[in-house]
């Protein structure tokens, strides 16, 4: 959000109310993820920090309608990242008291596989909020000015995109009622310079 320690953007109507519903669909079809912390090579579940369901998968109709909206973000925001690879992408189910700690979405070192996201840094971060009829499970950025208050995230409805800088410190606070479905997901690029 512009006039802001913090940097973000809020784009509304990314997708349609049935979009959401098939998205969430085609998700829980994907591959099924506890809720791990971490690189995801052992279990490693800690609920304190996150509880969550996760399920990966990949679409390119999906990112085709994402990726104007994250290239705009890059540009209103000036960040003007060099992205070049985005992630699978995570439909995160929150159940009542599901919630995700403070974190950050970018590693201290870049990926190091045999996949196209070798070398590779994660740069700009996007949630969809996939559904309605939930409360609770607010984002929340802390403030990169030490003393300040964090920043409760409003204005996220059914469809709308959030996207911030992947270093932004954030989490989602705990669902009291309903379940909440976001699709999340990080676009790339080479290690900052």
Same mark, same amino acid.
């Given at each position: ?32 993820? @506890? ?32 990726? @104007? ?22 439909? !995160?189910?929150? +159940? ?12 201290? +070192? ?14 700009? +971060? ?19 000015? @030490? ?9 996220? !409805? ?7 800088? +992947?270093? !932004? ?25």
């Amino acid at each position: 959000m512009l006039n802001s320690p913090v940097s973000y953007i809020i784009y509304n109507d990314i997708f349609t109310p049935g979009e959401c519903d098939k998205i969430i669909e085609q998700g829980l079809k994907g591959n099924y993820d @506890p809720g791990n912390i971490g690189d995801h090579t052992e279990q490693n579940i800690n609920k304190d920090i996150r509880d969550t369901e996760l399920y990966f998968f990949n679409d390119q109709e999906i990112i085709g309608k994402i990726a @104007p909206a994250v290239n705009a973000a890059n540009q209103e925001n000036n960040w003007n990242f060099e992205l070049t690879h985005a992630e699978s992408f995570q439909l !995160t189910v929150y +159940s009542e008291q599901g919630h995700y700690n403070w974190h950050v979405d970018s590693h201290p +070192s870049p990926y190091n596989n045999d996949g196209p996201l070798n070398g590779l840094v994660r740069k700009i +971060s996007f949630s969809v909020i996939l559904n309605d009829g939930f409360e609770g499970g607010q984002m929340e950025f802390a403030s990169p000015i @030490p003393n300040q208050p964090t920043q409760l995230v409003e204005g996220l !409805t059914k469809g709308s995109i959030l996207i911030f800088p +992947s270093y !932004t410190a954030h989490k989602v606070n705990a669902v009291t009622k309903g379940q909440r479905y976001s699709l999340v997901s990080w676009i790339c690029g080479n290690p900052w310079r």
